[in-house]
């Protein structure tokens, strides 16, 4: 009976965060994407992280009270993993199947998907700011149990790596959170559909592959790493943090509010005249900044859980790079389309794709 409990527990989750979404108040903004056919920007209701403490303190309180062990998700991770997976596909389809056909190839349809921005009661609950929701919030609670069942298992002889490698995780999901706002102006909000790999990747990937770091190295010791080193990922950590999310937050405000200076910057553009682009700041160090911020994070994370030998908890930047530097090619020819001559121009003043002065 636990273990279908466990595999039922990451669906019963989603759809608290689903109801808590719909129902708890949250504040009405306008985004950057025009709805389809029209000039009239998209509306979104964010409460995200309302939503996202209300989840976590309810955990906390059952927890507290003995009705679930600390450490549940981590018994019971492999049983909610395949619940995240089951419901994953099941969105997936749901999300695919009733929706005319964009692309020649269902297996691309069902992937990529098929609808740009699904919003459900004139956007009282969009299905992209869900998604990330449910994955952040479901990330977190399996983090808090997985460092649980560390503690629980080693007591003093814990890890303070293994703590530190948490604690910059919840960071991270905080954070977004925090600025969930400017998320709208990023890439999964323009150029992606919703299908299987938004869908099924924040609903199962997103939950349980990010918290590899932690998870790989929960049931080993702690051991003696130089505080040197510990100081290091830590700066590591922040200075690659201070570089995606400044660069996003510049891109945010530029777009809001073209003549403002960030952090003291005043934008310095090119223009056609028609069409703009921001060429300094953040913006002038590379063309994808924000991408080498998302992979040192990662890097720096990897190396807070004091072992740096351990093969698994590499995979979490390892993926980063897998996914964003085609993402930065992919990236790269659609703002070619958009901008024509004005990005060969950016490209001349911005030479370096992703890593100022290497790449």
């Not at 990747?201 to 790493?225: E, N």
Request: proline letters at 5%.
């Amino acid at each position: 009976m636990e273990k279908l409990i466990g595999f039922l527990t990451p669906p019963l989750v989603y759809f608290i965060i689903f109801v808590l979404n719909a129902v708890m108040p949250g504040r009405w903004v306008t985004g950057y994407i025009t709805r389809q056919h029209s000039d009239e920007k998209l509306r979104y209701r964010l409460n995200g992280f309302l939503v996202f403490f209300t989840v976590i303190f309810i955990w906390v309180i059952v927890c507290y009270f003995g009705l679930m062990p600390w450490d549940w998700f981590y018994i019971y991770r492999w049983y909610g993993l395949a619940g995240a997976v089951t419901t994953g596909l099941i969105f997936s389809f749901a999300i695919v199947l009733p929706c005319s056909a964009v692309k020649n190839s269902f297996l691309a349809d069902f992937f990529w998907g098929r609808l740009e921005n699904p919003q459900l009661w004139g956007g009282r609950i969009d299905a992209k700011m869900w998604l990330y929701l449910a994955g952040a919030i479901m990330l977190e609670i399996n983090i808090l149990s997985f460092v649980a069942h560390h503690h629980i298992s080693y007591g003093d002889q814990a890890s303070v790596g293994i703590y530190l490698a948490a604690a910059l995780l919840s960071f991270f999901i905080i954070d977004y959170i925090t600025f969930e706002e400017v998320h709208l102006y990023t890439y999964d909000f323009v150029a992606e559909r919703v299908g299987f790999k938004l869908g099924f990747g924040c609903i199962a990937f997103y939950p349980y592959f990010y918290s590899i770091p932690v998870w790989s190295a929960i049931d080993m010791p702690g051991t003696q790493m130089p505080k040197t080193v510990l100081v290091i990922s830590l700066l590591l950590f922040f200075i690659s943090w201070s570089l995606s999310r400044g660069a996003n937050l510049q891109k945010y405000y530029f777009k809001k509010d073209p003549g403002r200076a960030f952090l003291g910057i005043k934008p310095k553009t090119i223009t056609d005249g028609n069409k703009t682009i921001l060429v300094n700041g953040f913006w002038g160090l590379s063309r994808h900044i924000n991408y080498l911020g998302e992979i040192g994070m990662a890097i720096g994370i990897v190396l807070c859980t004091g072992h740096p030998f351990l093969l698994w908890p590499w995979l979490y930047p390892l993926y980063y790079i897998v996914l964003l530097f085609p993402r930065q090619l992919a990236d790269d020819k659609r703002c070619a389309l958009k901008y024509g001559a004005l990005w060969d121009q950016y490209k001349q003043k911005v030479r370096y794709r992703i890593i100022p002065t290497i790449y």
